[in-house]
């Protein structure tokens, strides 16, 4: 199995931008699909992005599209999450998942970080 430890995130001003990362142990990322979620208080797991295990595909949320980017280092086995211009309705708890398969559904996913708070202030 393999386990994952998120790091990152913060306080931000609107507009600026912070880099979530999510390292692996225990199993190489490129074996796996992997997604960005998050959950602002009162709501439920929102789909942020989802990037194939062979990196062929990437998918964004609407809300997210062209300001956050999905990347991973197979050498550091770490996957990364880039956010730019932020908002403040980018502030949520934000998780790491992973899973063979995968989707832009939460349940799809076996895997998941610990989660890592971003608040941004406007």
């Known amino acids: 199995q393999v386990q994952l430890l998120q790091s990152g995130g913060g306080l931000v001003q609107a507009g600026g931008s912070l880099r979530l990362s999510c390292a692996a142990s225990g199993r190489a990322l490129n074996m796996y699909t992997m997604a960005w979620f998050r959950q602002a208080p009162g709501k439920g797991r929102e789909f942020v992005a989802v990037?194939?295990?062979?990196?062929?595909?990437?998918i964004y949320a609407d809300s997210v599209k062209g300001r956050f980017t999905i990347s991973r280092d197979d050498a550091k086995n770490t996957v990364y999450l880039q956010m730019n211009s932020l908002k403040s309705e980018d502030t949520a708890v934000y998780y790491c998942a992973a899973d063979y398969r995968g989707s832009v559904t939460s349940r799809s996913y076996d895997f998941w970080g610990q989660g890592t708070q971003v608040t941004v202030s406007s």
């Open positions: 990037r194939s295990w062979s990196g062929g595909s990437t």
